[in-house]
Each structure stands twice: as structure tokens, then as C-alpha cells.
């Protein structure tokens, strides 16, 4: 039986969050350099996203460049730029024809400008679509989300715009990058890693999260429903009491 057939569409989770790992190590493996690895992770997201809109999930966050990824060597980082850029301007026209909206959260200003216009103009020309949105987090950690969370806080603070006492939860999350978006109920780290690396900190509180060994560049729609089983599988309580044991405990 296909995978996707053992899905129950009903259950398919809002939100999926991917930290996309293990691209250096495949490279290695097939004795090329890191971004041959990179770049043959470009057909695993195109996997993954042709598997996420099939499915009907409504946001896929993936876990493309981190703040900690500007310390690698400049020529690595240099290939990730043209990479993305080039991998930018072929897939719109594919993510377009998919009604594929484009999403970018993280300190922009950071990428290269040429890679600021490029992404501009893709968010642009997918802005009216109405399927996956897919979310890159791009010059992104959650720790500088978090400290820049803060800074505008606080100056909203000085200039009178918001008071301290009304601070909660809720409006914390307003001034998150994924504010319009629900908390990802599944996270999904390729290569064998059991860490979250800094990513989507605040809002992965009660995110299931599923690891897997196979690297970035081998992972394939196959795998992308293997993780969506596993999910559906288990019971989410969010601190609650399991209703199997207050099924027992009622019982017993």
C-alpha cells in the first residue's frame, strides 16, 4: 500500500516545521565538496513540498539558513547565496502553478541584496495564492527572534504605545515573525540530530517532534509521510491528563 493511503486526511497537521540537516554530511559521503550537498538538497524540498501541499498542510517551515550559519567558511556561504538565489528564480514559475504562497521570516537585511530582491519579487508574484504556504527562515535563529521581540517591546514601551501590565502570552506572540501563523504541531529533523538548534523556540513549546537518519538530500515524499504516520499516532495533551488514563482511572 502507498503511505500516503495509510493518511487520515482529516488529522493532517496545520503547521509543519523541517530543520533540513545533513547536506555536509552526504557531500562527504560521495567525496564532493559541502554545497554539492546543498544543492542536491534543492530536490528534497521540492519533494517535501509537493508532499505537504498534496496532503493539505496550510504552513511549511523550513529551517534554511540559521544566524549561527554566517560563522561557516565565506565560500560556503557565498554558494549558499548564489544557490538560493538561482533556486529562487527557477522554482516561483513550479511554486506558482502549485498555488504556493512564499513566506520569509528572520533579519533579512542581513542576506546579500541581490538575494533581498530576488525573494522580494517571488513573494511578490505568489502573494495572491491561495494553497502551502511555504515559510523560509532565512538569517533566522529563535534566540534573535526572541531578543528582537524584546527591543520592540521595549521601545513601544518608551514611547507609549504599550503598556508593561498588558504584556501576556498572547501578546508576546504578536510580535513574533510567525504571528499570522498557528504553533507547528510537528517537527521534523533529518540526518539522525536529536536538537532543535535554536529554531522556533517560543513556538515550538508543544510540537511533537520526530527525527529521523536519513540525510536532507536523500529525504523524499516517502519519508515526508512516514513522519505525518508517526504523528497521527500519537496522543497531544498540552500538560493535560491523557484520556486514555482518565478512562482508566474513571474505571478502576
Known sequence: MDLSEQIDKRRIPKHVAMIMDGNGRWAQRKGGERIFGHRNGVESVRQVV?????????????????????????????????LLTNTIANETKKLNENNVRLLVIGNITDLPNSVQKHLAQSVNSLSVNTGLKL??????????????VVKRMCLDAKSGKLDPDQIDSCL???????????????????????????????????????????????????????????YQRRERRFGKVSEKSRVFTNNS
Open 50 to 82: 509537493e508532499a505537504a501541499g498534496e496532503l493539505g498542510v496550510e504552513y511549511l517551515t523550513l529551517y534554511a539558513f540559521s544566524t549561527e550559519n554566517w560563522k561557516r567558511p565565506r565560500k560556503e556561504i557565498d554558494g549558499l547565496m548564489n
Open 135 to 148: 515559510v523560509l527562515a532565512l538569517s533566522y535563529s529563535g534566540r534573535w527572534e526572541i531578543t528582537d
Open 172 to 230: 508576546v506572540e504578536s510580535y513574533l515573525a510567525t504571528s499570522s501563523m498557528p504553533d507547528p504541531e510537528l517537527l521534523i529533523r533529518t540526518s539522525g540530530e536529536r536538537r532543535i538548534s535554536n529554531f522556533l523556540l517560543w513556538q515550538l513549546a508543544y510540537t511533537e517532534l520526530y527525527f529521523t537518519p536519513v540525510l536532507w538530500p536523500d529525504y523524499r515524499k516517502e519519508h515526508f509521510y512516514e513522519a505525518i504516520i508517526d
